[in-house]
């Protein structure tokens, strides 16, 4: 699948958290503009793209905003990778990571990273008591690893400001899987910790994102991407024949 005008893309997902082992799939994640006459069209372009062999997410450059400045985690990754993990980086991509704190506000990061980190221990609780498919375990293992990832990740963004991207001890998260894969009920304990934790730390946080720079960014996309072949100024010399 070919997509024009990507303007950011990298690997993301577990290689970039450092939990990935052999056989591991290799996530990508990126932003395209589409063109900007086709926004005003009947038929709008398809926000995303994905795909699988490779997998890969693409969403364009409206979309992605929106799931940033929701706190969406796994779009937010995207401006904090490590450099080496980019794949695409133009002048707008560049100036998108340069603006990644104007999206952050404390109650959206503190809402989104412990829902998602929630619903990953609700996945655990609906899977039982251990007694199921050596693949079903592994999947189990997967969302507990992605459940302390969140909890971590979520807070040092809280406390901080920045995301930390690849985790300290990659084996310490192995090993907790495994422990909340023969039993969904270890989480909760990490869970109930990092709720009291956004409760009772200061956050650095501003209180609403940084609207307009992310409108002022989306607007430079918007004329750079603006592709008329024919822009005709139709100067019609009114003579006004008024009475």
């Avoid at 991509?93 to 952050?104: M, P, Q, T, V, Y």
């Avoid at 109650?107 to 899977?127: C, H, I, M, P, W």
């Amino acid at each position: 699948m070919a997509v024009a005008n990507i303007l950011l893309s990298g690997i993301v997902g577990s290689t970039a958290y450092g939990l990935a082992r052999q056989g591991s799939d290799i996530d990508r994640l990126g932003v395209f503009a589409a063109p900007t006459e086709a926004l005003h069209g009947l038929h709008t372009p398809k926000e995303s793209h994905v795909t699988t062999a490779p997998d890969r997410i693409l969403h364009e450059a409206a979309k992605w905003c929106r799931l940033a400045l929701g706190g969406n985690p796994t779009a937010m990754e995207l401006v904090w990778l490590p450099d080496e993990l980019y794949e695409v980086r133009t002048p707008l991509g560049d100036e998108l990571i340069g603006i990644r704190a104007s999206f952050l506000c404390a109650k959206r990061v503190r809402d989104a990273y412990l829902g998602y980190a929630t619903q990953q221990f609700r996945r655990l609780e609906n899977r039982g008591d251990g007694s199921f498919s050596a693949d079903t375990r592994k999947r189990t293992a997967k969302h507990a690893r992605h459940l302390k990832r969140l909890c971590h990740q979520g807070l040092s963004l809280y406390t901080t400001g920045r995301l930390e991207i690849r985790v300290e001890d990659p084996e310490e998260y192995h090993a907790f899987g495994e422990r909340v894969a023969a039993d969904p009920a270890a989480a909760l304990p990490l869970l109930r910790h990092y709720e009291a934790a956004f409760d009772e730390t200061p956050t650095v946080l501003p209180e609403r994102p940084g609207e307009a720079a992310v409108e002022a960014w989306l607007h430079r996309v918007r004329r750079l991407f603006y592709t008329a072949e024919t822009a005709t100024s139709c100067s019609c010399s009114q003579a006004s024949s008024m009475p």
